[in-house]
């Protein structure tokens, strides 16, 4: 078990102006590498691969994703074998998320995006777990039954911590399973989602992945900059900024997008004075030495 994450009041004229308290939950200093919401999906799926006795893991992820970073830290930590089907032409050494993922003894398995695509089919996944002698399937983000059990945790955190219940949560999304699973367990709470990814699916998404009956959430669909992994000069300034004012690193794929859209919601005075927001800083940083990697010092990188 590691240690609980700190919540962080945040200070903003902006944010004094309109009368409101912006917390941010920072997971992202749960572990360097095992961060966030990657940590949070991890836990009790470890915890179910070793009762039930499993000896190999395998899952899917890119090239650049936290998930295969965190896999391998979680992987080397609690010495389990696994192995990741990974998106892309072959391995690279310049790639800081490959690099550390070998050292630390994950196995990496490339294969074509033709057949990446066909990561959910059942028999294609068997036919990888027959094929490397896996026995536990974790899939793409680590996002199932277990992970969400992980992701309810926050809301417990967050009301132990300000003893209450925010009025809103803010949360980032790639699956959707971190959504689902604050989703599960709030109870006052109003939860805003800010999808990474093009497209207005995120909402049907996050209720197929929870079994039971989500409460009413928004999604705000605006804020994606082009897609999965895309960006424009805006959100490079403002994170920027954001770390110059707050000295909080923010990554350009997930937490970037959502603290944007939040600051752009607070303009736009959608929050009633007095209201308190907790934003949820779901990790993801190594990625922003993969960013660098790929196009210039653009913005700041952990060291790890």
Same mark, same amino acid.
């Given at each position: 078990?590691?240690?609980?994450?700190?919540?962080?009041?945040?200070?903003?004229?902006?944010?004094?102006?309109?009368?409101?308290?912006?917390?941010?939950?920072?997971?992202?200093?749960?572990?360097?590498?095992?961060?966030?919401?990657?940590?949070?999906?991890?836990?009790?799926?470890?915890?179910?691969?070793?009762?039930?006795?499993?000896?190999?893991?395998?899952?899917?992820?890119?090239?650049?994703?936290?998930?295969?970073?965190?896999?391998?830290?979680?992987?080397?930590?609690?010495?389990?074998?696994?192995?990741?089907?990974?998106?892309?032409?072959?391995?690279?050494?310049?790639?800081?998320?490959?690099?550390?993922?070998?050292?630390?003894?994950?196995?990496?398995?490339?294969?074509?995006?033709?057949?990446?695509?066909?990561?959910?089919?059942?028999?294609?996944?068997?036919?990888?777990?027959?094929?490397?002698?896996?026995?536990?399937?974790?899939?793409?983000?680590? $996002?199932?039954?277990?992970?969400?059990?992980?992701?309810?945790?926050?809301?417990?955190?967050?009301?132990?911590?300000?003893?209450?219940?925010?009025?809103?949560?803010?949360?980032?999304?790639?699956?959707?399973?971190?959504?689902?699973?604050?989703?599960?367990?709030?109870?006052? $709470?109003?939860?805003?989602?800010?999808?990474?990814?093009?497209?207005?699916?995120?909402?049907?998404?996050?209720?197929?992945?929870?079994? $039971?009956?989500?409460? $009413?959430?928004?999604?705000?669909?605006?804020?994606?900059?082009?897609?999965?992994?895309?960006?424009?000069?805006?959100?490079?300034?403002?994170?920027?900024?954001?770390?110059?004012?707050?000295?909080?690193?923010?990554?350009?794929?997930?937490?970037?997008?959502?603290?944007?859209?939040?600051?752009?919601?607070?303009?736009?005075?959608?929050?009633?004075?007095?209201?308190?927001?907790?934003?949820?800083?779901?990790?993801?940083?190594?990625?922003?030495?993969?960013?660098?990697?790929?196009?210039?010092?653009?913005?700041?990188?952990?060291?790890?």
């Amino acid at each position: 078990m590691l240690p609980l994450s700190p919540i962080q009041l945040l200070e903003s004229e902006l944010y004094t102006k309109k009368k409101l308290q912006v917390w941010v939950k920072r997971d992202e200093l749960i572990h360097p590498l095992i961060s966030g919401n990657k940590w949070r999906k991890l836990q009790y799926n470890l915890e179910a691969f070793k009762q039930l006795g499993k000896k190999h893991l395998l899952s899917f992820g890119g090239a650049f994703s936290n998930h295969l970073l965190a896999l391998a830290a979680a992987a080397q930590k609690h010495q389990i074998k696994a192995t990741i089907i990974i998106r892309g032409d072959g391995y690279d050494d310049h790639n800081p998320t490959l690099r550390l993922a070998r050292e630390m003894g994950l196995n990496l398995v490339f294969i074509d995006r033709a057949n990446y695509k066909k990561r959910e089919d059942p028999a294609f996944q068997q036919q990888l777990m027959d094929q490397y002698q896996a026995d536990f399937l974790l899939p793409e983000g680590g $996002t199932n039954a277990w992970a969400l059990k992980g992701c309810r945790t926050l809301v417990d955190e967050i009301t132990f911590q300000l003893s209450a219940e925010p009025d809103f949560i803010c949360v980032a999304a790639g699956t959707g399973g971190t959504s689902a699973g604050i989703l599960e367990q709030t109870k006052q $709470t109003k939860v805003l989602v800010f999808p990474a990814l093009k497209g207005d699916f995120m909402e049907k998404a996050i209720r197929n992945i929870s079994k $039971t009956k989500l409460p $009413t959430f928004q999604c705000f669909n605006q804020y994606h900059f082009g897609g999965y992994a895309k960006f424009k000069p805006e959100l490079i300034q403002f994170i920027n900024q954001f770390h110059q004012a707050h000295n909080i690193l923010l990554d350009p794929v997930y937490t970037g997008k959502m603290f944007f859209g939040l600051e752009d919601l607070i303009q736009q005075d959608y929050f009633p004075e007095g209201s308190s927001i907790v934003a949820i800083h779901t990790g993801g940083l190594q990625g922003n030495l993969g960013f660098n990697y790929r196009f210039g010092n653009l913005i700041p990188s952990p060291e790890l």
